[in-house]
């Protein structure tokens, strides 16, 4: 599996039906997408809460093309980096099923990065992924469809029939926002979930840290004991400092921050996203912190 290659196959099958529906001609659609990646740049570096359009869909596609990639294959280094790796083959070994709850889902980043890191095992056997997706953003689901049913395809053209393939995937997607979860009275079947992501969620909530502090600890009450709670973020504004207190707080022993300044792995060609990366005019991003010196971090509690 390649990030770039599903990535590209998603962005081909939505660009013509998101331009049909915009009412625009495709060299107007590339420009309005330029618009959208240099406001995300703008928003995610002002030191306040980033409010961006993920309601539009010239923007989630901006998103899906740019930023999806890069933050899926930090998510699987983070994975496969740390206590989690272990964490998901004992789960998988003992049920056959690995259940993930994804706060603040997005296009299905968090699927990406499992999905990838499932594959470079190479692990025997059928296992069923089960996803439930927070977010705010409704519309997210259109991108996450789009990527899972890629996946599906690329399992079926390198396995064959369902049986043989070494994973299938089952999602919820909850369209409701991340921080008022405590609105939800079944809290234990909400949460009864083994692997926790918040990948690049943190960042996006700045001045509403005690609502994520809220929702972590109404998870952490509910999730069974020995639960992962994974989370992986940038580098900035103390936010690798709070979240081990937030966690902590939350009731979650907590490893060792790590932080992280690195490229995508070899594998991975940005000129796989070819005509989109020229008729854009901008390069997806391709490291984490190589050029601008302020990398990731990710940190892992565990539920006693």
Not at 35 to 58: C, R, T, V
Not at 186 to 203: E, G, K, P, R, T
Not at 276 to 301: E, H, L, N
């Amino acid at each position: 599996m390649n990030y770039f290659k599903t990535i590209k196959a998603a962005l081909d099958a939505s660009f013509s039906g998101i331009c049909r529906h915009q009412g625009v001609a495709e060299t107007e659609a590339y420009r309005l997408i330029r618009q959208h990646l240099a406001a995300m740049s703008k928003e995610w570096f002002s030191g306040d809460s980033p409010s961006i359009e993920y309601e539009n869909p010239l923007c989630r596609f901006a998103y899906l093309y740019c930023h999806t990639a890069v933050n899926a294959n930090l998510c699987e280094y983070a994975i496969r980096s740390s206590e989690v790796d272990d964490f998901i083959e004992s789960k998988l070994i003992d049920e056959e099923e690995l259940r993930i709850c994804a706060f603040g889902g997005g296009p299905g980043t968090e699927l990406l990065a499992v999905s990838k890191h499932l594959l470079r095992e190479q692990r025997s056997g059928h296992a069923r992924l089960s996803f439930t997706l927070f977010d705010a953003v409704v519309e997210w689901s259109e991108t996450w469809n789009v990527l899972e049913a890629q996946i599906n395809a690329e399992l079926r053209a390198k396995y064959g029939r369902f049986r043989n393939q070494p994973f299938s995937i089952c999602k919820s997607f909850i369209t409701h926002d991340m921080t008022t979860a405590y609105a939800y009275s079944n809290h234990a079947s909400l949460f009864n979930q083994d692997l926790f992501i918040m990948n690049y969620v943190v960042s996006e909530l700045v001045g509403d840290e005690d609502k994520f502090l809220k929702l972590v600890s109404l998870a952490s009450t509910s999730a069974p004991s020995g639960s992962k709670f994974l989370v992986v973020d940038r580098d900035q504004n103390r936010i690798a400092e709070t979240v081990p207190e937030m966690l902590s707080s939350a009731g979650l022993s907590c490893s060792q921050v790590k932080k992280s300044r690195s490229n995508m792995d070899l594998d991975e060609r940005k000129d796989d996203l070819e005509p989109y990366t020229t008729k854009i005019g901008r390069y997806p991003r391709c490291q984490w912190g190589m050029d601008s010196g302020r990398g990731a971090f990710f940190v892992v509690g565990t539920k006693p």
